[in-house]
T-cell receptor, first 115, second 113 residues
Framework: DGGITQSPKYLFRKEGQNVTLSCEQN?????MYWYRQDPGQGLRLIYY???????QKGDIAEGYSVSREKKESFPLTVTSAQKNPTAFYLC??????????????FGQGTRLTVV | RKEVEQDPGPFNVPEGATVAFNCTYS??????FFWYRQDCRKEPKLLMS???SGNEDGRFTAQLNRASQYISLLIRDSKLSDSATYLC??????????????FGKGTKLSVKP
């Protein structure tokens, strides 16, 4: 079945540690996105990538890093520089982020908690 | 003005009611528009795309008014299962070089028996 998979579903991290969230899609989509959602809040864009080996900062990129070495994969690293990392992280993909009518499909999300 | 702005919620309605959500967007060059539904502690799921001519899917109708930069979603004969948060989403294309999806904060709907 085609889809977008995030792992793990729940993640606990100690303060000061880096952690990497996985996002894989087998939909052959060019564009991939990382969003953060805080309780009662909307989605905020962290990073997005239109094509392999290229990515752009979103509205809240500080303290995060990404890579796009393969079309299928867009991992997000939450670094120790991110001051308030506890949140729900959502990965999404779309056929072509620059095209028209490019609806996004989401993974099930990763809940990150800093302990 | 915020890029994508939605009606503040929550909307509490009885079963069978008709409910309308509104959304405005700031970038007149925006090309693509969507409504997503998000259940509590779940990922957003595409409900419907919004086309210039308006479109309908069963009890759901979406409308786009480019002149006013306004999108709407109408739910008729609401069901208990419609209870969720509805997100307005706009694809901001800037000359085809950078595009990304901008989400509104969402409007929470609660349908009561």
């Amino acid at each position: 079945d085609g889809g977008i998979t995030q792992s793990p579903k729940y993640l606990f991290r100690k303060e000061g540690q880096n952690v990497t969230l996985s996002c894989e899609q087998n939909l052959n989509h060019d564009a991939m996105y990382w969003y953060r959602q805080d309780p009662g809040q909307g989605l905020r864009l962290i990073y997005y990538s239109q094509i392999v080996n290229d990515f752009q900062k979103g509205d809240i990129a500080e303290g995060y890093s990404v890579s796009r070495e393969k079309k299928e994969s867009f991992p997000l690293t939450v670094t120790s520089a991110q001051k308030n990392p506890t949140a729900f992280y959502l990965c999404a993909s779309s056929i072509d982020g620059r095209g028209l009518r490019t609806e996004a499909f989401f993974g099930q999300g990763t809940r990150l908690t800093v302990v | 003005r915020k890029e994508v702005e939605q009606d503040p919620g929550p909307f509490n309605v009885p079963e069978g009611a008709t409910v309308a959500f509104n959304c405005t967007y700031s970038n007149s060059a925006s090309q693509s528009f969507f409504w997503y539904r998000q259940d509590c502690r779940k990922e957003p799921k595409l409900l419907m795309s919004v086309y210039s001519s308006g479109n309908e899917d069963g009890r759901f109708t979406a409308q786009l008014n480019r002149a006013s930069q306004y999108i709407s979603l109408l739910i008729r004969d609401s069901k208990l299962s419609d209870s969720a948060t509805y997100l307005c989403v706009v694809n901001m294309n800037y000359g085809g070089s950078q595009g990304n999806l901008i989400f509104g904060k969402g409007t929470k709907l609660s349908v009561k028996p």
